[in-house]
C-alpha cells in the first residue's frame, strides 16, 4: 500500500525544481518516522501523512480541494476510515494554515508537521530557499530589501522579496511552532545552523545593517 502510493506521489512531483519535490518528500518521512518511535504514533499513518502532505500544495498545483490526495489514495484501495484519518491531516499541515489559526491535532498529523517545518530548517531548508527562489526568478539576498515581519496570510502567499527574507518571515519562526519535543529539540538544532549561515552571509557581503538586523532580530524573538 505504502510502496504504491510512494510511487504515485513520485510521479506527480516528478518534474518540481522549487523545493518541494522527493527529496524534501523522503526527507520527511525519514524524520517524521523518527519522530513517530518517539511520540508513540501510527508510523503507518505517519508515512502516509507525509507522501501526501504537499500533493496539494497551493504552491504547486493552486486550490485543489484536496484533489491530488484523494485521486491516489483511490488508485491505491486505501480504506476509507484511513482516508479520512489522511485528509484531515493534510489539511491542517503547513504555514500558512498555522498563521490562519489551524493547528494539526492527532499526534500523527503533529508529528509530520514538525517534521515537515523542520525540513525548513538547517542546510537542506538553506538550499530549499535557494531552490524556490530561483524557480520563482525572485533574488536570494536583495541587500536593499528588508524583511516584512507583520506578514498577512495573503503577504505569504504571495511570497517574499527575497530567499533571505523569507528564512526571516518564516523560517526563523518555525522552532516556536513545534508541536512535538522532538520536533522542538531538532527544530533548535536547525535553527542555530541557519542563523550561523545568515552571519556568515552578511559578514562576506559586507552588510553591517544586516548584521545588526540579524543580532535585533534574535534578541527580539528569545
Same mark, same amino acid.
Given at each position: 500500500?505504502? #510502496?504504491?502510493?510512494?510511487?504515485?506521489?513520485?510521479?506527480? $512531483?516528478?518534474?518540481?525544481?522549487?523545493?518541494?519535490?522527493?527529496?524534501?518528500?523522503?526527507?520527511?518521512?525519514?524524520?517524521?518516522?523518527? /519522530?513517530?518511535?518517539?511520540?508513540?504514533?501510527?508510523?503507518?499513518?505517519?508515512?502516509?501523512?507525509?507522501?501526501?502532505?504537499?500533493?496539494?500544495?497551493?504552491?504547486? /498545483?493552486?486550490?485543489?480541494?484536496?484533489?491530488?490526495?484523494?485521486?491516489?489514495?483511490?488508485?491505491?484501495?486505501?480504506?476509507?476510515?484511513?482516508?479520512?484519518?489522511?485528509?484531515?491531516?493534510?489539511?491542517?499541515?503547513?504555514?500558512?494554515?498555522?498563521?490562519?489559526?489551524?493547528?494539526?491535532?492527532?499526534?500523527?498529523?503533529?508529528?509530520?508537521?514538525?517534521? #515537515?517545518?523542520?525540513?525548513?530548517?538547517?542546510?537542506?531548508?538553506?538550499?530549499?530557499?535557494?531552490?524556490?527562489?530561483?524557480?520563482?526568478?525572485?533574488?536570494?539576498?536583495?541587500?536593499?530589501?528588508?524583511?516584512?515581519?507583520?506578514?498577512?496570510?495573503?503577504?505569504?502567499?504571495?511570497?517574499?522579496?527575497?530567499?533571505?527574507?523569507?528564512?526571516?518571515?518564516?523560517?526563523?519562526? $518555525?522552532?516556536?511552532?513545534? $508541536?512535538?519535543?522532538?520536533?522542538?529539540?531538532?527544530? $533548535?538544532?536547525?535553527?542555530?545552523?541557519?542563523?550561523?549561515?545568515? /552571519?556568515?552571509? /552578511?559578514?562576506?557581503?559586507?552588510?553591517?545593517?544586516?548584521?545588526?538586523?540579524?543580532?535585533?532580530?534574535?534578541?527580539?524573538?528569545?
Amino acid at each position: 500500500m505504502i #510502496d504504491k502510493v510512494y510511487k504515485e506521489v513520485e510521479k506527480l $512531483l516528478a518534474s518540481d525544481n522549487s523545493g518541494h519535490g522527493m527529496n524534501h518528500i523522503n526527507r520527511v518521512v525519514k524524520l517524521a518516522s523518527v /519522530f513517530a518511535d518517539s511520540e508513540g504514533a501510527n508510523k503507518d499513518i505517519v508515512t502516509l501523512i507525509a507522501l501526501l502532505h504537499d500533493v496539494d500544495d497551493y504552491k504547486l /498545483f493552486g486550490e485543489t480541494n484536496l484533489s491530488n490526495a484523494k485521486e491516489i489514495m483511490i488508485k491505491c484501495n486505501i480504506n476509507d476510515n484511513t482516508k479520512e484519518i489522511i485528509l484531515k491531516a493534510i489539511s491542517t499541515i503547513g504555514y500558512s494554515k498555522r498563521i490562519s489559526g489551524i493547528t494539526p491535532e492527532s499526534i500523527e498529523a503533529k508529528v509530520v508537521s514538525d517534521a #515537515d517545518m523542520c525540513d525548513a530548517l538547517g542546510a537542506s531548508g538553506i538550499l530549499r530557499t535557494y531552490a524556490y527562489s530561483k524557480a520563482h526568478n525572485r533574488p536570494f539576498f536583495d541587500k536593499d530589501t528588508f524583511p516584512n515581519l507583520n506578514l498577512t496570510v495573503d503577504d505569504y502567499k504571495n511570497g517574499s522579496a527575497s530567499g533571505v527574507n523569507h528564512i526571516f518571515e518564516k523560517i526563523l519562526r $518555525l522552532p516556536k511552532m513545534m $508541536l512535538t519535543k522532538s520536533g522542538k529539540n531538532v527544530s $533548535l538544532y536547525r535553527e542555530k545552523i541557519v542563523i550561523e549561515f545568515l /552571519f556568515n552571509l /552578511f559578514e562576506e557581503e559586507n552588510t553591517l545593517e544586516w548584521k545588526t538586523y540579524l543580532i535585533d532580530y534574535i534578541k527580539d524573538n528569545n
